[in-house]
């Protein structure tokens, strides 16, 4: 090639890259229309959320708080889903006035449903059923049954029954979307059987099943003549058994290396199975599931670190983990090492030495670009692992950019003079999470949209004022800020969850009484907008289905 060529080659290619960032909605419209963005629908995809996000940021675009509820049992939030009483009730958070999806009938304590994960089908994968490919609810109820409900229907799709000899109580990921583990609350023996003297050596029993079409993997019991006296919890997360011990030590086995070195015998979901003498099908009631990894030894270990209070992340590229030493007094100070040789990184003690009630918190940021987040009462900041100039073998830790509170007209003085001259020094000093001063309660992360959403309290009075405020994920900037309506007290627990166009407040008040607040993204122009702040907000009580919700 030419050195002629080559130039104009690399011109085209700036040229068509250049062309691609168009920042013009209108223009990404109708580029759309025209069929720009039909051969990849990852693409068109990329192209709608970021149309989504320029709206969602620009001036005249408002939340509105569309409809508020109240319930006497936790409520959940999960893609366009909000549930109610145990999962029962189903409502969209999508439709401007409440419709319900679906609401099973009451039933008794012991049916209650305990855990729940959204399933959502594989893409590229042939399917058994015509129900795998629409989104589905996996339960776990009071009385050992796994149940697969339709996720807008409440039909129920599977039905699997659980071991009987022993209460399970959780559903987590392994692999997201993949393999789901269902988990027992921790083993005890009976009353009458702990006073005869009997010992109990089983610990956890944790069932893993492979989704859609659900296929049972195993099912293994975490034994104390295995893994020792203390545990005090156990996970299966990204590949890896995880197991946690009172002395704040943390261990970690590779689940697939158990599962080929112990698996006794492979089943199949409703297959006919005789285990230890006793009959039955693989699922089915009375017999459940046969307890098949069945672990003899102790497994090759991997990892093991003490951390305070079995804190313990990995995340970032490279490897890296972060831990906070297991001594009380280092409460607040986080160590970030390599996982490769527990070498700590370059300026890997962060500590943001807060003088508050709430403790700061760190996590690896959950874009995957192995960044780490760092939140404290007044300051976000955003870290990230870069490799040390002539030192590729090890990293250092570099802040990327800092978000601060909003707190300018704080004036903390510890030396005032009074009108007549004489100065008065103050005993105390304010705490950084003073109610009075800006404080950072929730930072979350909008995936399909790039943004950091960042919830910031200041108590005005008797009341607490929060705003919810979006960032720029790459630099931190701030794009947009809502107002949340109602009152923020901050002795009560809160969640909020921004998702695409829509903002979810759940609040926790004492005797267990939960409301759920929900905003809506609506556009309108400056006009409108003064004329509906002049009028009176009308209130509509409606009833659906056995829900009272409160319109606007």
């Not at 039909?38 to 996000?53: E, F, P, Q, S, Y």
């Not at 059923?129 to 049954?145: E, F, M, R």
């Not at 759940?506 to 759920?516: G, L, S, T, V, Y």
Request: glycine share 4%; net charge neutral.
């Amino acid at each position: 090639m030419s050195p002629d060529s080559a130039a104009s080659s690399s011109s085209a290619t700036r040229l068509s890259s250049s062309a691609f960032k168009i920042h013009n909605v209108c223009r990404l419209l109708t580029r759309r229309s025209h069929g720009f963005y039909t051969k990849d629908a990852g693409v068109a995809h990329r192209k709608n959320m970021g149309i989504l996000r320029k709206l969602v940021c620009q001036e005249s675009t408002k939340f509105k708080n569309v409809w508020t509820t109240h319930s006497t049992s936790p409520i959940a939030y999960e893609r366009g889903r909000i549930y109610f009483d145990n999962y029962r009730c189903c409502v969209s958070s999508i439709a401007r006035e409440p419709r319900i999806f679906y609401q099973l009938p009451t039933c008794s304590k012991s049916e209650k449903i305990e855990d729940a994960l959204l399933l959502e089908c594989p893409l590229g994968e042939t399917l058994p059923s015509p129900s795998d490919y629409k989104s589905s609810l996996a339960v776990l109820t009071a009385h050992n049954w796994l149940l697969r409900l339709s996720a807008n229907s409440g039909e129920i799709l599977e039905k699997i029954y659980l071991p009987p000899y022993c209460k399970f109580r959780y559903l987590s990921w392994d692999t997201p979307q993949e393999i789901m583990v269902v988990k027992s609350a921790q083993h005890k023996l009976p009353a009458a059987a702990q006073q005869a003297g009997i010992q109990q050596s089983v610990l956890f029993f944790l069932a893993v099943f492979r989704v859609l079409p659900l296929k049972f993997i195993g099912m293994l019991e975490i034994n104390k003549e295995i893994f020792g006296n203390n545990v005090t919890d156990v996970a299966i997360s990204h590949g890896m058994l995880i197991v946690m011990y009172s002395v704040g030590l943390v261990r970690l086995y590779s689940f697939q290396s158990i599962s080929e070195q112990f698996t006794e015998q492979q089943f199949d979901l409703g297959c006919k199975c005789n285990w230890n003498g006793k009959v039955g099908i693989v699922g089915k009631y009375p017999f459940g599931l046969p307890c098949n990894i069945k672990i003899t030894d102790t497994p090759p270990l991997l990892f093991e670190v003490s951390s305070l209070e079995n804190s313990f992340q990995i995340g970032g590229y490279p490897w890296h983990y972060i831990i906070t030493p297991n001594k009380k007094k280092h409460k607040g100070v986080f160590h970030i090492c390599a996982l490769k040789d527990n070498a700590l990184a370059k300026n890997g003690i962060q500590d943001m030495n807060c003088c508050s009630l709430e403790p700061d918190w760190i996590y690896f940021h959950p874009d995957t670009s192995g960044k780490i987040i760092h939140v404290g009462p007044n300051l976000i900041k955003v870290l990230k692992l870069k490799e040390i100039e002539n030192n590729k073998y090890q990293q250092e830790i570099a802040e990327d950019f800092v978000i601060m509170a909003n707190r300018q007209n704080n004036v903390n003085n510890s030396v005032t003079v009074t009108a007549s001259g004489r100065v008065v020094k103050k005993r105390f000093n304010l705490l950084d999470d003073d109610p009075e001063q800006e404080t950072f309660k929730i930072v979350d992360y909008e995936d399909e949209l790039d943004l950091l959403s960042v919830v910031a309290v200041t108590q005005i009075g008797a009341d607490g004022k929060a705003h919810l405020d979006f960032h720029c994920n790459e630099h931190g900037i701030l794009l947009k800020s809502i107002p949340l309506v109602e009152s923020w007290d901050v002795t009560y627990n809160h969640e909020v969850y921004f998702d695409r166009d829509i903002v979810l407040h759940i609040e926790q008040k004492p005797n267990r009484i939960f409301i759920c607040y929900l905003y809506q993204m609506v556009c309108d122009s400056a006009e409108e907008d003064e004329h509906s702040s002049l009028e009176k907000v009308e209130r509509i009580f409606c009833k659906k289905g056995e829900r009272i919700f409160e319109c606007f």
